[in-house]
Structure formats: structure tokens, C-alpha cells
């Protein structure tokens, strides 16, 4: 309950991202391999080449209601992604009790979705991961998705750019790390699942994000 609070304690904090039409807030970062564009944009009248950043390639994985997941699901919208397996015996508890309060702060919020990717696909069929979603009260806007070992591994690697392997009979290398995906499905911030710190910096920059998705549609405020 406390970390709830917390967590929604900056929810209005957005709205004030933007004065006057004028940029309020520093820009999170882009994570990944980049490269220089051939085209380019001015600033200050001065053309300054564009940076390609890296972008997560589509998937196609099943939730814990047995629907198919790919990018259409959260079309200009933010997501946080993470990996974990059911039959963890701690880090991942820890991981998904914090995510449930902060998912709960945006329950309502139809911009912002939350994304659990398991690393023992073969156990945790959309029926155990129901199971498992139900423990935690998640809502629509929590997805709990399983798929083919393939897939999975390499979304993480190639994708999230973090560990995700079957070290042993039920023993697997993952990051316990949330990763924040914007609405061009680039990555902008890595956070540990197991810090309140970290909890609370994920939760302002959502709404950074937030903010910069409302500048692409809204008119100046004035």
C-alpha cells in the first residue's frame, strides 16, 4: 500500500512536463546500437543528421488468456517489459509484487502497458500463467506472455538486449531488469525490479513518455 502511494503520488506530474508549448523535462535516453540517417532535420537553423536508434522486431507470443501478443497489441502505446518464470523462488516475486502496485496506478490509463515474458515457456503454458496473474490481481493492462523457447531467448537478446537462457534442468539465466519501451518500440530505460529507488524513477518516466506521446497530438498549451 505504501509503495502505492508512492508510486501515485507523481501521477499529475505530466501535465506539468509541458509549459507554454515549451519542452519542461530532460528526454530519456535511447538505448542500443545507433546510426547516422541520410536524411536530417534543423536546428537552430542548422541541419543535423538523424540517428536511427534500435527497435525491437515484431513477435508473436500468446497471453495468459490464450490471445496472440505482437506489436499490434500496444500500437502507440508504452509498454514495460520483463522476464521471469513461475516456478522462481524469489528475485521473481519480488519483481512482480512491485510490478503489481505500479500496474495498478495505470490501470485506467489505456497508453500504458506492462508485459511479463516467461523463460520456461515448456512449464508455463497461458493456462499456468493465468494461474499465476490471478495471484497477483493483474489487470487488462498486464500481459503474461509464453511462446516458443526460440522466439523468447531471442527477443531478449536481440530485442531487450538483456540475458534470457536455460542454464539446467529447471534452472535459467534471465534479467530481473524492467525495460521501458516507447511508442516507436524503442528502448528508453533499464530498472531493477527489486528497488523501490528504481520503482519510483520507472514510474516518473512513464509519464515522461507519457508527455511526449500528448506534445505528438496536442496543441501547445497557451
Not at 22 to 48: C, M
Not at 79 to 95: E, I, L
Not at 160 to 179: C, P, Q, R, T, W
Amino acid at each position: 500500500m505504501i509503495l502505492v502511494m508512492i508510486l501515485a503520488l507523481p501521477g499529475f506530474l505530466y501535465y506539468l512536463l509541458t509549459v507554454k508549448g515549451k519542452n519542461r523535462y530532460k528526454p530519456l535516453p535511447f538505448f542500443g546500437p545507433k546510426e547516422i540517417a541520410n536524411t536530417s532535420h534543423k536546428i537552430r537553423g542548422k541541419d543535423v543528421p538523424d540517428t536511427i536508434y534500435h527497435k525491437l522486431n515484431n513477435f508473436a507470443l500468446t497471453d495468459q488468456n490464450g490471445n496472440k501478443v505482437s506489436f499490434k497489441n500496444f500500437d502507440k502505446k508504452i509498454f514495460v517489459a520483463s522476464f521471469f518464470f513461475t516456478r522462481c523462488p524469489n528475485v521473481c516475486s519480488t519483481v512482480n509484487s512491485n510490478l503489481s502496485n505500479l500496474e495498478k496506478v495505470y490501470a485506467k490509463n489505456k497508453m500504458v502497458y506492462f508485459v511479463s515474458i516467461t523463460v520456461d515457456p515448456e512449464h508455463d503454458t497461458p493456462a499456468v500463467l493465468k494461474k499465476y496473474a490471478d495471484k497477483y490481481d493483474a489487470g487488462n493492462n498486464w500481459l503474461f506472455l509464453s511462446g516458443d523457447t526460440t522466439t523468447i531467448y531471442n527477443l531478449a537478446r536481440k530485442g531487450f538486449l538483456v540475458n534470457a537462457l536455460k542454464a539446467g534442468e529447471d534452472d535459467f539465466v534471465y534479467s530481473d531488469k524492467l525495460i521501458l519501451i516507447d511508442a516507436e518500440k524503442r528502448i528508453r530505460g533499464y530498472y531493477s525490479g527489486t528497488s523501490i529507488t528504481d520503482m519510483t524513477k520507472l514510474n516518473d518516466e512513464i509519464k515522461v513518455l507519457i508527455a511526449e506521446e500528448l506534445r505528438k497530438v496536442d496543441k501547445p498549451l497557451y
